[in-house]
């Protein structure tokens, strides 16, 4: 048990489905992170939230769309993927902006 | 662009060797430079490493940073079947909060 709990642990959508992930951390930490694990490629970036609101977007495409209901829940949005958005989606949380990260065991998508 | 390089892409050592893992960076800014151990889902932090010089310590494992020669090391000494694990070094900027860049990882296999 990490505190960083993603939900779900694998999903497989067609290129019109509509899906979300889930995060939920129970570490009382101010900011949560999306990040995108492919195979052989380092850890990506995607979003950023701070005490709620986004501080970064890092160039990812609209198709991916992020929510950050409050500091606890934090969700990402997928519409029209393409087969290359098959990926690890890990969760993160840190107490602030530069205290280390705390990962979920994250969602394994695979985009058909 | 900001590098972050990581050596060996994989080692396969026996129960009880040492290993030392590398990461080199080029970050405009650096803050700090953390190291992660990722197993099968959730990478889960090790070390946070921000003075030069100064080894940090936890077990069997240590680390130290060189920010005159820009790299790091990770040691593990008398390793076991339960080290093995991709290690993620992962470089933090000044400006940028935790946006952090991350290496493409060292894959660590021992075998019994």
């Known amino acids: 048990e990490t505190g960083v709990t993603q939900t779900p642990r694998h999903l497989v959508m067609g290129m019109t489905n509509k899906k979300s992930l889930k995060c939920e951390q129970h570490l009382g930490h101010n900011a949560m992170y999306w990040y995108k694990q492919s195979a052989k490629k380092p850890l990506e970036l995607m979003f950023v939230y701070s005490l709620e609101e986004r501080v970064e977007n890092n160039s990812v495409p609209s198709r991916f769309s992020p929510e950050c209901p409050n500091s606890s829940h934090l969700f990402l949005h997928l519409h029209t993927l393409q087969p290359e958005d098959s990926a690890l989606y890990l969760c993160a949380s840190s107490q602030e902006m530069n205290s280390p990260l705390h990962f979920g065991n994250g969602t394994r998508l695979t985009v058909t | 662009e900001d590098k972050v390089v990581q050596s060996p892409l994989s080692l396969v050592v026996h129960e009880g060797d040492t290993v030392t893992l590398n990461c080199s960076y080029e970050?405009?800014?650096?803050?700090?430079l953390l190291w992660y151990k990722q197993e099968k889902k959730a990478p889960t932090f090790l070390f946070m490493l921000t003075s030069s010089g100064i080894e940090k310590k936890s077990g069997r494992l240590s680390s130290i940073l060189d920010k005159k020669e820009l790299f790091s090391i990770l040691n593990i000494t008398a390793t076991q079947t339960g080290d093995s694990a991709i290690y993620l070094c992962?470089?933090?900027?000044?400006?940028?909060?935790?946006?952090?860049?991350f290496g493409g990882g060292t894959r660590l296999m021992v075998k019994p």
């Open positions: 992962a470089v933090a900027k000044s400006n940028a909060g935790n946006m952090l860049t």
């Open positions: 970050v405009t800014n650096f803050r700090s």
